[in-house]
């Protein structure tokens, strides 16, 4: 009877090892995640998210900062059946962590016009690089409302040409993989010089230098395409 209480405890002792063990394991393989996680920002501004659409990676949190003079909001996962979550007024942020891939598709609940997307890449995938956190970083630190005056621009004149979505017309498309191989800088370059040759016009008499930089930089970084 002894000996079978003994086996009994000692399996139990085993049991806790092997499972303190076990939890020690998945701990030491989340925390590299977690402290490379990071919190990506998007300002509302003017009844706009921006940028609209940011590709994060697994545990990252995106910050949506509210920039307006007035207005409240809401960012509301609708499309995941959850309900909306309260409204948060100028000065106020709303925060959601994102720790499974896939892409995931918001409103503002208040304002149905004002859409947006974050994208979770893979495990095991590419990670999202800095170099990228920083484009986007890039994009943001332009005037709120020049923003808007270049994106209208990017889409309408440039979208007569490259199609209203980006995705190509009488020019060729300008998603993010056939700008691959050119430098936000070789894009700027394109934008204020112009194509010879083509019905690429220079853009220099209407731009900034550091305009047409932020216009590559918003190409490259998929913001907007498909919009």
């Given at each position: ?54 590709t994060i ?144 016009p220079p853009?220099?008499g209407i ?21």
């Open positions: 009877m002894r000996s079978q209480i003994s086996t009994a405890i000692s399996r139990i002792f085993l049991k806790r090892k092997c499972a303190s063990y076990l939890l020690s394991v998945l701990i030491s393989m989340a925390l590299p995640v977690l402290a490379q996680a990071e919190t990506i920002e998007i300002s509302i501004k003017k009844m706009l998210f921006m940028p609209e659409n940011v990676n697994p545990g990252d949190t995106v910050r949506w900062v509210n920039d307006e003079r007035r207005q409240y909001h809401s960012v509301w996962f609708e499309a995941l059946g959850v309900p909306e979550p309260d409204y948060f007024f100028p000065g106020e942020f709303f925060e959601k962590r994102f720790v499974q891939a896939g892409s995931y598709p918001y409103r503002c609940g208040p304002h149905s016009e004002m859409l947006g997307t974050v994208i979770v890449r893979e495990p095991g995938k590419e990670k999202a690089s800095h170099a990228n956190n920083h484009t986007i970083t890039f994009i943001q630190n332009m005037e709120a409302s020049r923003q808007e005056e270049l994106v209208y621009l990017l889409k309408q004149d440039c979208g007569s040409c490259h199609g209203m979505t980006l995705k190509g017309g009488l020019g060729p498309s300008l998603v993010p993989e056939k700008l691959a191989s050119f430098s936000i800088e070789d894009l700027a370059a394109v934008i204020m010089e112009g194509r010879p040759g083509t019905p690429m853009w220099k731009l900034k230098q550091e305009e047409a930089s932020w216009i590559g930089a918003y190409l490259k970084s998929g913001l907007g395409v498909g919009q």
